[in-house]
């Protein structure tokens, strides 16, 4: 391959600094955003998973054992973190929406995100790689050259990212350890990869690398900080070194637990896992007709749990360097998936439906001397972030979001909560309660509405709404109000 740009640092640094906040005590962040993360990690209960340094840090953290994303898909679902907004239209549902909303935008009265309402308050904030949409923060496409326009025009004090031998933050995305990549192979590349190399192999090694380093620098600034780093793996292809694939057995290694289409439901719900059949040379080509093979479908797992395991590893850097440099007792630690991913689940590999598989993610939230590694099971949103981390950081919150501040169940795991969360793609709204997924599509298609009974169907096998038309009726009028104009 033809790199594009030599292996060097790419580093944009904010020109204009807001005026400075007078801050005392403030708690620094480390935000860690995981690409494609369902919760299958020790902490949530998987015994096979080898996740050490997220279930370590669990044990005096908050796991939020049933927290959704707002949208399956990347972009959109950070656009609705980092905002606190649920979707308005259609545009919210595309991976374009900080662009189209944040960067093509002229600057707002509201902060565009909640990093950039720390930085109006005297925070040092710092990007390193896939913190919203692309890949490194910067405007550009797959193939072309990299772009010097921000996607978060606002956000940063500084927005760095190391593309290594790929040359490119997309290329380094979609990237193999040979340096090449599927825009480079025309998409003649298997789905995942085994590769007998050391962390620096693949490009979360150097996300990782890159952030230890400005931690060391950061602990001798005089004031708090936000630190956000976006770790790529366990999105496809699933690439890890060898010692990361040679923590599992393979032929042990369970297939989904349910991995046939819903009863009395349309196909129209489900899809052809496109995304994942975008790799061409996968041993096996997955369709709603037609399942893969349990041995495939082993494989797959194995590789999807090696991509997490080499993630933990990287963290685990982080969390280490957080510790040498002292700062563990004054940082808030955040670990969020962007959403969830079907293993096969429904048939399906990869995100975009609006089942559970594909919106339930991991948010693991560790406040020194406010959590204590008992799990929260309420439900919760991705949008309740943004009002959380304000209010742990003594900053006021500029305006209304449609999240709540998550503080009454950091300090009572039990407190009353009305717990709704609302998700949407595919034409349609889903509803998540403590105890059912109501889910109403506005298409032609029928059946419109599925419902689904977590406590005898946790794996939403069948679509119980006409057999419960009172169960129905009775939560109807929650997901109409999580109707913000999207679908009128």
């Known amino acids: 391959m033809k790199q594009l740009l030599p292996a060097l640092l790419i580093a944009v640094v904010v020109s204009c600094r807001p005026e400075k906040v007078q801050t005392t005590n403030k708690p620094n962040v480390l935000f860690v955003f995981v690409d494609d993360l369902r919760p299958d990690l020790g902490c949530y209960g998987n015994p096979v998973v080898q996740s050490p340094n997220l279930d370590m840090l669990a044990q005096s953290g908050?796991?939020?054992?049933?927290?959704?994303?707002?949208?399956?898909?990347?972009?959109?679902?950070?656009?609705?973190?980092?905002?606190?907004?649920?979707?308005k239209s259609r545009g919210y549902l595309s991976n374009e929406a900080c662009r189209e909303f944040i960067a093509e935008q002229?600057?707002?009265?509201?902060?565009?995100?909640?990093?950039?309402?720390?930085?109006?308050?005297?925070?040092?904030?710092?990007?390193?790689?896939?913190?919203?949409?692309?890949?490194?923060?910067?405007?550009?496409?797959?193939?072309?050259?990299?772009?010097?326009?921000?996607?978060?025009?606002?956000?940063?004090?500084?927005?760095?990212?190391?593309?290594?031998?790929?040359?490119?933050?997309?290329?380094?995305?979609?990237?193999?350890?040979?340096?090449?990549?599927?825009?480079?192979?025309?998409?003649?590349?298997?789905?995942?990869?085994?590769a007998d190399v050391?962390?620096?192999?693949?490009?979360?090694?150097?996300?990782?690398?890159?952030?230890?380093?400005?931690?060391?620098?950061?602990?001798?600034?005089?004031?708090?900080?936000?630190?956000?780093?976006?770790?790529?793996?366990?999105?496809?292809?699933?690439?890890?070194?060898?010692?990361?694939?040679?923590?599992?057995?393979?032929?042990?290694?369970?297939?989904?637990?349910?991995?046939?289409?819903?009863?009395?439901?349309?196909?129209a719900s489900l899809h052809n896992s496109g995304e994942f059949n975008g790799y061409h040379l996968g041993d096996e080509k997955p369709s709603i007709q037609h399942p893969v093979s349990d041995a495939y479908a082993k494989k797959l797992r194995h590789a999807y749990y090696a991509c997490i395991s080499y993630t933990d590893a990287q963290i685990g850097k982080l969390l280490a360097e957080l510790e040498k440099q002292g700062m563990s007792e004054n940082t808030i630690v955040v670990v969020w998936g962007d959403h969830g991913w079907h293993l096969g689940d429904q048939r399906i590999w990869g995100k975009h439906t609006l089942f559970e598989r594909a919106l339930r993610s991991v948010f693991i939230l560790n406040v020194p001397g406010k959590t204590d590694g008992k799990p929260v099971q309420q439900v919760v949103s991705s949008v309740d972030i943004y009002p959380t981390i304000l209010e742990l950081c003594g900053v006021e919150m500029p305006h209304k979001t449609n999240g709540k501040s998550l503080m009454p169940l950091l300090l009572d795991c039990d407190a009353d909560w009305d717990a709704a969360a609302y998700s949407y793609f595919r034409n349609g709204i889903s509803l998540r309660t403590a105890d059912y997924r109501l889910t109403k599509y506005f298409r032609e298609e029928e059946p419109v509405i599925e419902l689904y009974d977590h406590h005898s169907d946790p794996y939403e096998s069948k679509n119980i709404a006409a057999d419960h038309p009172e169960i129905v009726k009775q939560l109807m009028p929650l997901l109409e109000a999580g109707n913000t104009g999207l679908y009128e």
């Open 62 to 87: 908050a796991v939020f054992t049933h927290h959704y994303a707002q949208v399956p898909t990347c972009g959109a679902s950070r656009y609705s973190m980092l905002t606190g907004m649920l979707p």
């Open 106 to 194: 002229q600057p707002q009265k509201i902060p565009e995100t909640f990093i950039h309402q720390l930085r109006l308050n005297g925070y040092y904030t710092v990007g390193i790689g896939k913190i919203s949409h692309y890949a490194d923060g910067l405007l550009y496409g797959y193939t072309d050259s990299i772009g010097s326009k921000r996607e978060l025009p606002q956000s940063w004090d500084e927005l760095l990212f190391n593309p290594a031998k790929w040359g490119t933050g997309w290329n380094a995305f979609f990237g193999y350890a040979n340096g090449e990549n599927r825009q480079s192979m025309n998409r003649q590349v298997k789905p995942y990869e085994k």
């Open 198 to 267: 050391d962390d620096l192999g693949y490009v979360d090694g150097y996300t990782a690398e890159l952030a230890v380093s400005k931690l060391k620098e950061l602990a001798k600034r005089n004031e708090p900080f936000f630190l956000g780093v976006g770790f790529f793996k366990p999105h496809l292809p699933f690439t890890a070194p060898k010692k990361y694939w040679d923590l599992y057995t393979e032929k042990t290694l369970s297939t989904a637990p349910f991995d046939s289409i819903p009863k009395n439901i349309n196909i």
